[in-house]
Each structure stands twice: as structure tokens, then as C-alpha cells.
């Protein structure tokens, strides 16, 4: 009679395909599959923030753009009118007020004047002059926004920016270190004022 030796064997004689090496096997594979699975994801990630990044960067300086355009046409429409831009500084009679943008949005120069300071940091213009230059009264004002500080936008029609002194500016610049960029000019329409959607008392023309 011959025995075998089946009944004799112990826990660890089974054979490779036994269902516990299996299972050990199956879950190194899914723990290799989730580690590249997580790294994957983790360099989609690592290339989309700067994309982000730039994207809500670029929101935010066109935005900004958009509120120094309003402000530069809102002077000279009111230089239009009465002159000369106004003068530095909320103590002089018509000086502008960094905080309340006064005399514009009192004399209708420019509307939604709450909107246009939400967007900026303190909730105020940084600066404001009107130099004189050749006999001839120009003006520049510096925007710097709310959320972003690293944006800086000018607004200027002057030769007399501290950054760019004798270089004659007009239009909207972004402030790079030392540096001036220019990002748009500043065209006005002639003729009668009318709302915009920005809050500025532009010109229409009839014709």
C-alpha cells in the first residue's frame, strides 16, 4: 500500500497559487498602482498651478488696467473742462482725495466710485501729482491692486514720473522694479458724457 504524504502537510506547503499568496500579491500591485497613480496626480498638479497662477495674474492686472483707463479719461475730461487736472492733495480747494477719488466722482466725472476703490489695495489711490512741465500742467496716478500688490499700474500723461523723468508718458503702464511697460494707450471719444459700465463719464459722439 503506498501512503502519501498529503495529509501530512503543513500551512506553508501549499502550493505558489494558494488564495493567501494571491491576495499578498494583488495588494502590492494596487499599492504600486496608488503610488503612481498619486504621483501622476501630483505632477498634473505641480504643472497646473503655475498655469493657474498666471491666468488669475493676467485677470487681475487686465481688471486693473480697465480702472486706470477710467481714471485717466476721468481727468482729462475734467482738465477738459476746467483746465488743468486737479491738484494733488484733499486740503487744497478741488484737490483730489486718494480715498473718496472727490472732485471726480462729485462732479460727475466718475460713477460706481465705491467699486472702482474695492479693487484697489487700502481701498485708496497709492499716489496722484500733476507736475508741471514746460508751462504745461500733466498728471500721473499710480494703482496697486487689492488682492495682488505685486501688480502696479500707472496712469500718465506727464514727462515727469519720478521712474522716467524728461520721458514723456501717455497711457496706461505696468510697473516692473524699475521699469515702465507700456500695457495700453488712453484714447478718449469727444463730445457728451454718458455712463459707462466701468463708472466713467465718457464722451459719445452724436454723429
Request: aromatic share 4%; hydrophobic share 40%; glycine share 10%.
Amino acid at each position: 500500500m503506498r501512503i502519501t504524504d498529503t495529509a501530512h502537510r503543513g500551512p506553508n506547503d501549499g502550493e505558489s497559487g494558494s488564495p493567501m499568496i494571491g491576495m499578498i500579491g494583488m495588494r502590492g500591485v494596487s499599492l504600486v498602482q496608488a503610488a503612481l497613480g498619486l504621483a501622476v496626480a501630483s505632477l498634473f498638479v505641480a504643472l497646473a498651478i503655475p498655469t493657474v497662477s498666471r491666468a488669475l495674474q493676467a485677470s487681475h492686472q487686465e481688471r486693473l488696467a480697465g480702472t486706470a483707463q477710467v481714471l485717466f479719461a476721468a481727468i482729462r475730461h475734467y482738465e477738459e473742462d476746467h483746465g488743468s487736472p486737479p491738484p494733488p492733495g484733499s486740503k487744497q480747494p478741488d484737490g483730489l482725495n486718494l480715498r473718496t477719488l472727490a472732485p471726480l466722482s462729485q462732479a460727475g466725472y466718475l460713477v460706481d466710485t465705491d467699486e472702482i476703490l474695492s479693487l484697489l489695495r487700502d481701498g485708496r489711490v497709492t499716489a496722484y501729482d500733476c507736475p508741471e512741465s514746460a508751462g504745461e500742467a500733466g498728471f500721473w496716478i499710480l494703482l496697486v491692486d487689492r488682492s495682488r500688490p505685486e501688480i502696479q499700474l500707472l496712469a500718465a500723461a506727464t514727462d515727469a514720473f519720478p521712474l522716467a523723468p524728461g520721458q514723456w508718458l501717455e497711457g496706461i503702464y505696468q510697473i516692473r522694479g524699475d521699469r515702465l511697460v507700456k500695457l495700453r494707450d488712453a484714447s478718449l471719444a469727444p463730445t457728451h458724457r454718458t455712463q459707462s459700465p466701468l463708472g466713467l463719464a465718457t464722451e459719445r459722439d452724436d454723429g
